[in-house]
């Protein structure tokens, strides 16, 4: 889906093809790599997005002994779904790095709504660390299991923790206009 959305959301900007949006991925950080977004991932993709509808072929560019580049732009359909699928990135996400390109596509969301889908997110984490803290309690402790019982406590905590931090900062940069 990520994929999907960062096409959508580059042809919002401007039309374009798939081996230039490859390109602008990989510098001046080679952001494909570090994704594994691979050539035949992006034209599958662009090729899935043709048959929904939601992007077309706007012109063909020939040159000489190189293949044909197909040019691609949003469509209408493509306009109102984009949305729609930052919205489900949002609220699908288990990690903060999975909510990268939906941020960086804030622009053409509603963010209040993007905002409420957070706040849901920081009080469902926060709702863990209460359940996890009686869990431990449930837990029968030996000397042989408390060490590790401690470390799965203090990582899931620090995460969670560290998490709604996260979530929390980005709901201030989103209601600051930040973003």
Request: avoid cysteine.
């Amino acid at each position: 889906m990520s994929i999907q959305i960062f096409i959508l959301g580059k042809l919002m900007e401007k039309n374009s093809y798939p081996y230039l949006l490859k390109k602008q991925l990989s510098e001046p950080i080679p952001f494909d790599k570090m994704s594994g977004l691979t050539e035949s991932k992006l034209y599958y993709n662009f090729e899935a997005l043709s048959k929904k509808g939601l992007v077309e072929i706007v012109e063909t560019i020939k040159e000489e002994n190189r293949p044909d580049k197909q040019v691609f732009q949003i469509t209408e359909k493509g306009k109102q779904t984009l949305p729609k699928l930052i919205y489900k990135l949002f609220e699908n996400a288990k990690e903060i790095s999975e909510m990268y390109v939906g941020i960086a596509y804030l622009k053409f969301v509603d963010k209040q709504k993007v905002i409420n889908i957070l706040e849901s997110k920081v009080q469902d984490y926060k709702q863990m660390l209460i359940q996890s803290k009686e869990i431990k309690y449930k837990i029968q402790v030996t000397t042989e299991n408390e060490g590790l019982l401690n470390f799965m406590s203090d990582h899931f905590n620090t995460k969670t923790n560290n998490t709604i931090h996260f979530l929390e900062k980005l709901i201030t940069l989103i209601e600051n206009d930040n973003v």
